[in-house]
């Protein structure tokens, strides 16, 4: 069975959607760079190996990233999971999970690459936000893209309305990504690009407002 290893930094919602999702790999930790992370007691309430890597006792980014990645492959997992993990990661980093490091963001990427995603598409005055999981390159938020959910954008929603319909969302796409990469039913071809055997192709257009 799979090894996955999940990083967070806060609530863990997502991480937890994994947890809960019976899916065909085994989680062999769950980690954070921050112990007050509300994630890790979730984490250890379904059993699962914790650990905390914090930023703050590094002074540079490349020592932490050493010391997180030295954390992970302890572990030795076949795939790492972003989940809620707020640290820009160094090329090191990224290079040497190369096929194996998605992230899930709140946002239909390309638009909206990294923070205040919900804030940021209101005030564009966007009507079709959402989600992206996507494998994790050197360029932030930037890489070849697994799934997306995309969600309409309310006449009066706040940024935290706006999150929570995405956030929703959320759980469903990573659950499928990581099922699909589990199963060997998606893969990265010898380009760099998103090759599956398996995709649903969705006819449905989401036109939001919607027509009269
Ligand atoms: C999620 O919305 C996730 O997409 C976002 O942080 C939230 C974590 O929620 N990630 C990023 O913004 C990464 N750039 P969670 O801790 O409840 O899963």
Not at 83 to 108: D, K, Q, W
Not at 121 to 148: E, M, W, Y
Request: with cysteine; net charge negative; proline share 4%.
């Amino acid at each position: 069975m799979k090894r996955i290893v999940i990083l967070i930094s806060g609530h863990g919602s997502n991480m937890q959607a994994l947890l809960e999702a019976k899916l065909p790999c085994q989680v062999v930790a769950v980690i954070s760079n921050r112990s007050d992370a509300q994630g890790l007691k979730i984490a250890r309430a379904h059993h699962v190996t914790t650990a905390v890597v914090s930023h703050r006792d590094f002074a540079e980014r490349e020592s932490f990233d050493a010391a997180l990645s030295k954390e992970i492959d302890s572990f030795q997992p076949d795939l790492v999971v972003l989940a809620g993990f707020m640290r820009i990661l160094t090329n090191g980093f990224v290079e040497h999970y190369a096929g194996r490091l998605i992230n899930i963001h709140p946002s239909l990427l390309p638009a909206y690459a990294g923070v205040n995603t919900h804030e940021r598409a209101l005030r564009d005055g966007v009507k079709i936000h959402g989600c992206t999981v996507h494998f994790v390159t050197s360029d932030l938020d930037n890489g070849p893209i697994i799934i997306q959910a995309a969600v309409p954008v309310l006449i009066n929603d706040s940024p935290a309305s706006l999150a929570a319909r995405v956030l929703h969302e959320e759980h469903r796409v990573l659950q499928q990504a990581v099922r699909w990469l589990c199963n060997k039913q998606l893969w990265l071809d010898e380009l760099g690009r998103i090759a599956s055997d398996h995709f649903e192709q969705v006819g449905a257009t989401l036109i939001s407002p919607g027509l009269d």
